[in-house]
């Protein structure tokens, strides 16, 4: 049976709630966890090592009554791990092995630290909800969500994300070393969170009903004006080598719905828009090798980008 509209809307509190039981600060990645899943997107967490990544994916998932799966990647997996394979009887017959990324929210625990190869085995998963072997397409299930752990770009034994594969995500946020006051609060509250007590306060059905009830955030012409207007500046960036592409921009797009949906509203604000322009846009744009000389990062150039383009009034 369908929940009621004030019931639906009470579900991303209630994750949260479980969310703030076991992991300590981080409430900007919790956020952007709630807003990529009812954008129906995937999410990538870079981070040192020890910085609650690994810890935030699991509880995330045990809120949500669906199947959870991690794939811890290293150098020497193949894809069929990952996908699965094909097994052959001497008579002829073939039997198909899932692989790990038949569950609902699945963790690429440290994706970066394997090879491009194994990397481009959740190309299809993450675009298209399937896996192709030997010919034959398998459907993964509506509700799959792709959390993904990396080491910070150029650590000791790791493989740098292809283009094509970053902008699989919809965004990218980073997980930092705790506050002085958050990390007395791990450890007044260590006994608990090394056995948390974390229930599912959602089914799948109900996550969908969400995803739904976005869908219907109203986003003005002159928002959707604002987000093509800042994807299209940053394209013309002098100092931009590779732009965002149009992902970029429907992530934006959906991303917004979903923020203005957790804040209680059913339209966007261009605020909405200028707060997830950077985990839309970080991974997505690569700067020039001159201007990287003059230390010209990525962030600056948002930074930028977000202050040159107008600000439609609403």
């Given at each position: 049976?369908?929940?009621?509209?004030?019931?639906?809307?009470?579900?991303?509190?209630?994750?949260?709630?479980?969310?703030?039981k076991v992991v300590v600060g981080k409430e900007e990645i919790k956020q952007m966890l709630l807003v990529t899943l009812?954008?129906?997107?995937?999410?990538l967490i870079e981070g040192l090592p020890g910085t609650a990544k690994t810890l935030l994916a699991k509880t995330f998932a045990q809120t949500i009554g669906g199947q959870f799966k991690r794939i811890q990647f290293t150098p020497d997996m193949l894809p069929a791990d990952v996908t699965g394979f094909n097994i052959y009887s001497p008579d002829g017959r073939s039997r198909f092995v899932a692989g790990s990324l038949f569950a609902n929210i699945v963790l690429a625990d440290e994706l970066n630290r394997t090879t491009p190869?194994?990397?481009?085995?959740?190309?299809?998963?993450?675009?298209?909800?399937?896996v192709t072997?030997?010919?034959?397409s398998h459907p993964l299930s509506d509700m799959f969500m792709v959390i993904a752990s990396q080491l910070p770009y150029g650590s000791e034994g790791t493989y740098p994300l292809t283009d094509v594969?970053?902008?699989?995500?919809?965004f990218r946020v980073w997980s930092d070393y705790l506050s002085k006051e958050d990390e007395q609060r791990v450890i007044s509250r260590m006994d608990y969170i090394e056995s948390p007590n974390i229930k599912a306060v959602a089914t799948l059905e109900e996550i969908i009903q969400v995803q739904q009830r976005v869908r219907k955030v109203h986003v003005?012409?002159?928002?959707?004006?604002?987000?093509?207007?800042?994807?299209?500046?940053?394209?013309?960036?002098?100092?931009?080598?590779?732009?965002?592409?149009?992902?970029a921009t429907v992530s934006?797009?959906?991303?917004?719905?979903?923020?203005?949906?957790l804040e209680g509203r059913d339209y966007v604000l261009p605020d909405d828009v200028k707060k997830l322009t950077f985990p839309a846009?970080?991974?997505?744009?690569r700067v020039k090798a001159e201007a990287e000389m003059e230390n010209v990062t990525p962030k600056m150039v948002i930074d930028r980008v977000i202050a040159e383009v107008a600000v439609p009034k609403i």
């Open positions: 049976m369908p929940k009621s509209v004030d019931a639906l809307e009470g579900i991303p509190k209630a994750i949260l709630d479980e969310l703030n009812l954008s129906e997107g995937h999410i190869r194994t990397q481009s085995a959740l190309l299809e998963a993450m675009q298209e909800k399937q072997i030997e010919g034959a594969q970053a902008d699989r995500f919809m003005s012409d002159e928002v959707a004006c604002y987000i093509v207007s800042i994807i299209q500046r940053a394209r013309e960036d002098p100092d931009i080598a590779s732009g965002p592409s149009t992902r934006l797009f959906k991303g917004s719905r979903s923020l203005a949906f846009l970080i991974h997505r744009i």
